[in-house]
């Protein structure tokens, strides 16, 4: 193996045993990352070391778990899109006019990363601070960026991914799921009544490059108790896709000076 090679399987393996700690695994020994990740105990102990004399592990002598420097890779990545200097007051503006929180989130399958937020200050059930990640076929957030892939993209994603349902209104079927893409690529939004959560409603609309490629998408999302799908619709969706293209123009802008 040439040590190109070598290195950048080194570098795929380092990045492998840091996106298998989650929420449901924060602290795992060796043996688990080994396992989680299918690599020898001797690579795994390699890399957790590494990363360890790097600051992005931390160990007990037992059980290695992330610092919170790790951040510092996603963070990289959002200043180079440079979405939370553009969105952060005209999310702000939205917040404000609906009464209602709103979020930005980008692609990652099978999950929606989000990489901004602004709440309102009523209540929500749900918060998606920036690095939260949440399955895209289950929000309204995920059925628009679905609707910004290729076609080809799509229909793998649909024949090979398994759609885990979360409330009685999660679309688990992959053809219904196409359908619903099909039907924001033609209106250019979406509606979530109750998918992830029972009790919470959302609207999504793209946020697009200059090219016209979906590159992010903005959502408004709050309680079912509180704002119905025809409020949504009516009240809170014309200000989303004003606000979502007026983020889409400065992001346009941005990279034109860039």
Sequence with gaps: MTEKKQSLQSLERGLAVIQVFSASHPALTLSDVARLTGITRATARRILLTL??????????RLFSLTPRVLSLGWAYLS??????AAQPLMEELAEHTGESCSIGTLD???????????SRRIVNVTVGPGMR??????CTGRVLLAGLPEPELAA????TTLERFTSQTITDPARLGKAVATVRTQGWTVSDQE????????????TDRDGRTIAAMNVFGSASRVSTDELKDRVLPALLDTAEQI???????????
């Design 52 to 61: 360890e004399e790097l600051g992005y592990v931390r160990s007990d002598g």
């Design 80 to 85: 180079s899109l440079n979405i939370w200097e």
């Design 109 to 119: 399958l099978p999950d929606v990363v989000y990489v901004a937020e602004v709440q």
């Design 134 to 139: 949440l399955p895209v076929h289950a929000t």
């Design 157 to 160: 994603f649909l024949s090979t």
């Design 196 to 207: 992830l959560e029972v009790g919470l409603r959302s609207v999504a609309a793209p946020i």
């Design 248 to 258: 889409s123009t400065s992001l346009r802008r941005r990279a034109l000076v860039g």
